[in-house]
């Protein structure tokens, strides 16, 4: 069974681009979470979706945004970038909801200049 | 804000040693997960506990989630090079999923 992939797995940005990343979960997987980890904050949850509607939202500015298609994968957009949005954006998947348990792809890692 | 507290933050130990890495939280979940994640790498789920008092074992790692459901930790006996990585555990309500800050395990040969 593959796992999640997520691409690219590593891009470099200027500060006021806009940056695209994408996340194709595992098979059957309905939900797909998104997670920023940078060394300082750790692991901060992004949103999540399931089913294509965003069904929780992280204390983020607007500048992050996500999607999810009818086949599940999803994306998000960061616009206008920061020198601090440099991180690794780590994609998840899930389909057991009671028990809770997240598949994670091996990240992509954005650096901001 | 369902907070989860782990301790400690750092850890460097030798080869062979034993250790307890602990999640700790005000709040009750309806299950924990423990994940361990290398460098430059995505987090891969170890366990996940339901029940409380429940203890899983995975080989040389030993998981107990507390009696209220509130809290967990990871035992590791004989720790190995191999081991060494970020840990995360992180409790799961009503969809959401709330991580802990990590523990980072080094092992020295």
């Known amino acids: 069974k593959a796992g999640v992939t997520q691409t690219p797995r590593y891009l470099i940005k200027t500060r006021g681009q806009q940056v695209t990343l994408s996340c194709s979960p595992i098979s059957g997987h309905r939900s797909v979470s998104w997670y920023q980890q940078t060394p300082g904050q750790g692991l901060q949850f992004l949103f999540e979706?399931?089913?294509?509607?965003?069904?929780n939202k992280g204390n983020f500015p607007g500048r992050f945004s996500g999607r999810q298609f009818s086949n599940s994968r999803s994306e998000m957009n960061v616009s206008t970038l920061e020198l601090g949005d440099s991180a690794l954006y780590l994609c998840?998947?899930?389909?057991?909801?009671?028990?809770?348990?997240?598949?994670f792809g091996e990240g992509s890692r954005l650096t901001v200049l | 804000t369902q907070l989860l507290e782990q301790s400690p933050q750092f850890l460097s130990i030798q080869e062979g040693e034993n250790l307890t890495v602990y999640c700790n939280s005000s709040?009750?979940?309806?299950?924990l997960q423990w994940y361990r994640q290398e460098p430059g790498e995505g987090p891969v789920l170890l366990v996940t506990?339901?029940?409380?008092?429940e203890v899983k074992k995975l080989k040389r790692l030993t998981f107990q989630f507390g009696d209220a459901r509130k809290d967990s930790s990871l035992h590791i006996t004989a720790a190995q090079p191999g081991d060494t990585g970020l840990y995360l555990c992180a409790g799961y309500n009503f969809n959401k999923f709330y991580f802990g800050s990590g523990t980072k395990l080094n092992v020295k040969p």
């Open positions: 709040s009750v979940f309806s299950s």
């Open positions: 506990v339901v029940t409380g008092g």
């Open positions: 998840a998947s899930s389909f057991v909801e009671y028990t809770g348990e997240l598949f």
């Open positions: 979706y399931f089913s294509e509607t965003q069904r």
